[in-house]
């Protein structure tokens, strides 16, 4: 089969280059985070220009995006290679008719065909655009392997929320109690199931980000329950300190995380939690950090 009278073959990418550039701005420069006009100002703005070029060397040429698109334009490159130059459009409409086709039959039947589209041979992605198959045989072996993906993140997520801080626990409770006990015994949609695992991996990517102060009751020296105020970094450390001046450091394990008084840190943890709370100006402290 042609289009425009050139062939398949001939219309399939050979050459992909990408090429990072960069140019000058005149008159404009940064207010905070974002450009605008200042004169006597000049900003170097990256550019990404990309070639392709096909088997009967016919070429065509883009730019835009920025650096930070390298990644994903490398990864995009690679997927063009062996495929038809003028399919864009054909693929399009058919992610058009799956995306439509999934309310009607079903998340699993509709990936199944999404999967299709990107690793049918060469012959299949010149078949007919307006055609959009969707067996029930492909849907089913998807939806397995889908499950099991799902099963084996889910697992993975048990054994990360046992080495939680508590706060975080606290905040997750609702998620994790939908995590099946029995995968292979359950109700709930594999979709239904990965946004589940996505929503706490997001919940715990976001913690371990962030320096947060919390209220909480921990065992001190003397073997007596009290009070303290706990500074988390992250997900990897933690310091407290008493009303009465009585400090340690915590730690994640598999168990979850385990507590030693230090009294050399006291002053120090004091420092952090004033300027945390905006009662100090910011200031070089030093904590003790063990990284495993």
């Not at 399009?92 to 699993?108: I, N, P, S």
């Not at 889910?154 to 626990?169: A, Q, S």
């Not at 990897?236 to 915590?250: D, M, P, T, V």
Request: glycine letters at 8%; charged letters at 25%.
């Amino acid at each position: 089969m042609s289009e425009n009278g050139i062939s398949p073959d001939a219309r399939r990418v050979v050459r992909v280059e990408l090429h990072v550039f960069a140019f000058p701005m005149r008159n404009v420069g940064r207010s905070g985070t974002e450009l605008t006009d200042l004169p006597g100002e000049d900003t170097n703005r990256t550019r990404i220009a990309v070639e392709i070029e096909t088997a009967d060397g016919a070429r065509g040429c883009y730019a835009g995006g920025n650096e930070t698109m390298i990644g994903q334009a490398k990864i995009a490159a690679k997927l063009l290679l062996g495929r038809d130059a003028l399919a864009r459009a054909a693929f399009a409409e058919r992610g058009l008719k799956c995306r439509q086709a999934a309310a009607a039959v079903g998340f699993a039947q509709a990936l199944a065909e999404l999967v299709r589209l990107l690793v049918a041979p060469a012959g299949e992605r010149h078949a007919d655009p307006n055609h959009v198959l969707l067996v029930d045989e492909d849907a089913e072996a998807v939806g397995q392997q889908l499950a099991k993906a799902v099963a084996s993140m889910e697992g993975e997520v048990r054994r990360v929320f046992k080495t939680l801080p508590d706060p975080i626990k606290v905040k997750l409770q609702p998620l994790f109690q939908r995590v099946p006990e029995d995968p292979a015994n359950t109700k709930v949609s594999v979709a239904e199931r990965f946004q589940n695992v996505l929503g706490i991996l997001n919940e715990v990517n976001k913690a371990n980000n962030e320096i947060t102060v919390n209220y909480e009751v921990h065992q001190l020296a003397d073997g007596k329950p009290s009070e303290v105020r706990v500074i988390y970094v992250g997900l990897a450390q933690a310091y407290y300190l008493s009303a009465g001046g009585e400090a340690g450091i915590g730690r994640p394990s598999a168990d979850g995380w385990k507590w030693e008084p230090s009294k050399a840190v006291a002053a120090d943890v004091l420092v952090a939690l004033d300027i945390l709370q905006g009662k100090h100006s910011p200031a070089f402290v030093p904590l003790p950090v063990s990284i495993k």
